[in-house]
């Protein structure tokens, strides 16, 4: 068999890879699930890194996960990949009714506040329904905070946000200084939830902000490293004083703070 650009000959490919491949015939939904988390990270990656070819090769590798979990539910009855295939099509025509119906929705706005809507007479029973209970903790409150906008729960304007973040810092100080762990804890997780909605308000994404500062944390840090390993020293061995002199310098190559 050789390499093609169509769908259907990707699907075939992985239905002969699932016959007989012993490694991809003994895999199940569960065995595979971590892998799939791991590709869309990869895949988010390439994007913030700007590098396309890459972005395409991980986009490929979240599509045979796509196919690998229908092809498996398909052998058990479940559904198939036509049928995620029609699903997702019939949701998109659903939930579009000012782009395939007569519904009118002139702003982003409104498509959004259309949509949540939509999701309520499908039978959610909250906005809130369908938010994944293990995306990471930053994200989550980010998404659950958009969704409450779209339905005109939300602050009138940044500046109001502000004013609850810097109550919660207060209420977070006077915490710390309880020393009750449960209860800074607690308010910590208010601060960071104000300060992730701070952000939302003025159009910024508080995940793709701590994955920058990591990069950067990780950059700079590891500097640190090369320039103790080319003095031979020792990073345990080196003083507070020196390592801070080697951040400073780290942080001077690029004018991004």
């Known amino acids: 068999m050789k390499p093609s650009g169509k769908f259907e000959d990707l699907v075939e490919l992985i239905a002969i890879l699932r016959k007989e491949c012993p490694w991809d015939r003994k895999q199940t939904h569960d065995s595979i699930k971590n892998n799939l ?3 869309a990270y990869e895949a988010v990656e390439a994007i913030d890194q700007k590098n396309y070819e890459e972005l395409s090769k ?3 590798d979240l599509l045979l996960h796509v196919i690998f979990h229908s092809k498996m539910a398909s052998e058990n009855g479940h559904f198939s990949i036509e049928d995620v295939i029609s699903g997702i099509s019939e949701k998109l025509i659903r939930r579009h009714p000012h782009v395939f119906s007569d519904v009118s929705a002139g702003s982003d706005e409104e498509v959004a506040s ?3 809507s939509i999701k309520l007479k499908e039978g959610k029973s909250s ?4 938010i994944p209970k293990h995306l990471p903790g930053l994200i989550k409150a980010q998404r659950m905070q958009e969704k409450a906008a779209n339905v005109g729960f939300d602050w009138a304007e940044w500046q109001l946000a502000w004013e609850k973040l810097n109550e919660e810092i207060d209420e977070w100080r006077e915490s710390v200084s309880k020393q009750n762990k449960s209860e800074q804890q ?4 208010d601060l960071l939830f104000s300060l992730v909605n701070v952000g939302r308000l003025l159009n910024l994404s508080a995940e793709d902000a701590i994955r920058r500062a990591n990069r950067k944390f990780e950059e700079r840090f590891k500097y ?3 320039k103790l390993d080319e003095n031979n020293i020792s990073i345990t061995d080196s003083t507070l004083e020196e390592m801070d002199a080697l951040w400073n310098e780290a942080k001077s190559l690029n004018d991004n703070g």
């Open 127 to 130: 906005i809130l329904d369908g």
């Open 58 to 60: 991980e986009l490929g």
């Open 186 to 189: 607690d308010e910590f997780g």
């Open 37 to 39: 988390i791991e590709e």
């Open 114 to 116: 259309n949509w949540e």
């Open 224 to 226: 640190i490293e090369k």
